[in-house]
């Protein structure tokens, strides 16, 4: 049973940075790409960064590119999202997602989500 528990979300200025990390359980983590996404209220889920399973590409979304950075520690079966120079706009909730295979495309399995909330 595939498990995802994001952490580090919170309250923080505009400007200022959060690290969200994502922990995994269920399945081999090297094995799948994953990726961040967000929502806001009233709004639909978009996608926010990606990595593929041995971590050498990343996406982004244009909104997020030159601002945050996602990595994975495959050791440890964590994903991580650095987020700095945060605006309220990026004020929403955040879920890791593992996907269906080693590349970007479907994503299988969701966590609960975590709050980021940047006061302006």
Partial sequence: QVQLVESGGGL???GGSLRLSCAASGRTFSAYAMGWFR???GKEREFVSG???SGDTTYYAD???ARFTISRDNTKNTL???MNNLKPE???VYYCAQGSGPFLSR???WGPGTQVTVSS
């Fill in 51 to 53: 990595i593929t399973a």
């Fill in 90 to 92: 990026d004020t929403a």
């Fill in 107 to 109: 994503y299988e399995y």
């Fill in 63 to 65: 909104s997020a590119k």
């Fill in 80 to 82: 991580s999202l650095q």
């Fill in 12 to 14: 923080v200025q505009a």
């Fill in 39 to 41: 929502q806001a209220p």
